[in-house]
């Protein structure tokens, strides 16, 4: 059981749990979704993804865009290694995207969603630029949302849309 001890008051987690829960289980909108805290069976969600972090040592509790560029460059050649070992058909990128796009070879026009979420298609793949999970700019309801409406509008066109069907 993941929670209450690890997710605790943890917004990055919790953000993920309700992102990952929904698409999961036939695009729940966020409204229809209980609290974590009250239907903890939902942390287990982030048992099925993968978490990509940038960084790979510890770090401090926020990182601003040059930190992390320079993070990006010295561990480039593990993400990219981690990128095609996990071979994932939906990546959503928390703020850093922009490191990721001139490697990726991306030279479509990004398509955009609302104001918190821009995306591609490429190879099969929907690659989500979004705020980091843990952002305050955006409230949850519609951060997460977006998220989910993004991957439902465009499931067809990538090749997870057997696995999230058949779930």
């Given amino acids: 059981n993941l929670y209450p001890d690890f997710i605790g008051n943890n917004p990055t ?5 309700y992102v990952t829960y929904s698409l ?10 209980d609290y974590i805290r009250d239907m903890p069976e939902m942390a287990q969600s982030l048992r099925e993804i993968a978490f990509i972090n ?7 509790r926020r990182s601003n865009d040059n930190e992390i560029y320079v993070k ?35 030279s479509e026009q990004m398509k955009k969603q609302g104001d918190c979420i821009d995306y591609f298609i490429k190879d099969k793949r929907l690659l989500i630029s979004s705020y980091h999970p843990a952002q305050t700019q955006i ?5 997460v949302q977006g998220i989910i409406d993004v991957v439902k509008e465009n499931v067809k066109f990538i090749q997870a849309s057997d696995i999230i069907s058949q779930k």
């Fill in 54 to 60: 940038v960084n790979k040592m510890p770090a401090f």
């Fill in 24 to 33: 999961l289980n036939n695009f729940i909108p966020y409204s229809e979704m």
């Fill in 13 to 17: 987690l919790q953000t993920m749990i």
């Fill in 139 to 143: 409230i949850r309801d519609r951060y």
């Fill in 72 to 106: 990006y460059q010295y561990w480039k050649p593990i993400l990219h290694w981690q990128l095609k070992k996990y071979s994932p058909e939906i990546i959503i990128f928390g703020n850093t995207f922009s490191h990721f796009y001139e490697d990726l070879d991306l």
